[in-house]
């Protein structure tokens, strides 16, 4: 009986033991110690950025305003070509923690707007940062600048590669287009992927140089494929007399993980790929054939080790080039297992210079896209 008076009275008198849940004034229940993460500002502007400067990264405060550490659990991007870093370790009260921004303005000419979230163990666990500005567009050396023709058209080249491509990212590309013909030219595009998007005029005049400028939405991406991924547009250019020019136009990314949520200990522990070399040049090739004794094919030897701490998973690899070809045994690596790869090629099929890619896309956080590059000379 006297033990219910006494709990009776604490009630009454709004007294609580420490670290104990009290009941608030309207009926709910809150507890002692939350982290509570306060911006000081949540929007940058870069103003102009000139594209041939590179990099712009920008650091934004998260203040701890709260009685209880802070964590920033992870911090995601909505465009592969927006990286951020964070405080990794745990936010004292009254302390403040960086969330730094880095913008690549490398083939996005014009203005942009990205937003970052960055995740908390605050009662509320997200929080927006945007970064804004205007890319200004390098100066192109329109002497230099067109090696690939369609028609009566010059471009700075007709392939696309995206080369790292992140979940749900968008990324930009622009490229130089000239009509060098007496005649106006129309445009238009077949064969469209749902991920692509196109921006051109759709009358090139004579003499006119524009911008070609296509979008790769990786949301629209199959969402449980990665790897090195190829597809094409159809380019149709009619000039004002009804010559019809068609030109398939090819595209290729590298389609990658996302690893904006692994947190220090998981990228601590991750694998680690290491190549024993990225170049591999057969020099000068031989013809072979059926009644010769040269051979009909050459290769070339990769030794790829996984150097961390876990499996290293193959996601794709090979060439766009179609006279190159490449072996590997397993498609999965132990920590610390290493594995020969070959590149091979077929020295009929190589005529003059060869210069190709081999794409290795992998798990690697640190590295996720590999590239090797071929070079030959034609057989003799």
Known sequence: MRKTAQVVALVLFGWFLPGQPVCSQDGKTETEGAPVATLPESTHDFGL????????????????????????????????????????????????????????????????????????????????????????????????????????????????????????????????????????????????????????????????????RITLEASKLPPDKRGHMLGHVTWKGVSASGATVRQSVPLSMNFVDDFSTLTAEEKANAPTIRLSNTVTDFGQLEKGGFFSRRKKTVSRQIIITNEGKSDLTFHSVGSDDERVRVAIAKKTLRAGESIAMNVILSPKTVEGRLAAEVYLVCNDPRGPVRNIRVAAEGYR
């Not at 960055?118 to 804004?132: A, E, G, S, Y």
């Not at 200004?136 to 392939?159: W, Y």
């Not at 077949?190 to 692509?196: L, T």
């Open 49 to 212: 950025i000139e594209e041939e400067a590179g990099f712009a990264s920008h650091v934004f405060q998260v203040r701890n305003t709260g009685d209880a550490p802070l964590l920033i659990t992870h911090v995601q991007s909505s465009c592969g070509c927006t990286e951020p870093q964070w405080t990794r370790e745990p936010i004292a009260p009254g302390k403040t923690g960086v969330v730094e921004i880095t913008f690549d303005p490398t083939n996005r000419p014009g203005p942009f707007r990205k937003n970052v979230t960055v995740f908390t163990n605050d009662k509320k666990p997200r929080l927006r940062l945007t970064i804004q500005g205007d890319v200004v567009p390098r100066r192109a050396n329109l002497q230099h600048a067109f090696h690939d023709t369609i028609g009566t058209v010059q471009m700075e080249r007709k392939a696309f590669l995206f080369y790292t491509v992140r979940p749900g990212a968008e990324i930009r590309q622009e490229i130089w287009i000239r009509n060098f013909s007496n005649e106006d030219v129309t445009l238009s595009f077949d064969d469209v992927p749902e991920y692509i998007r196109l921006e051109t005029p759709e009358l090139l005049k004579s003499g006119k140089t524009e911008r070609f």
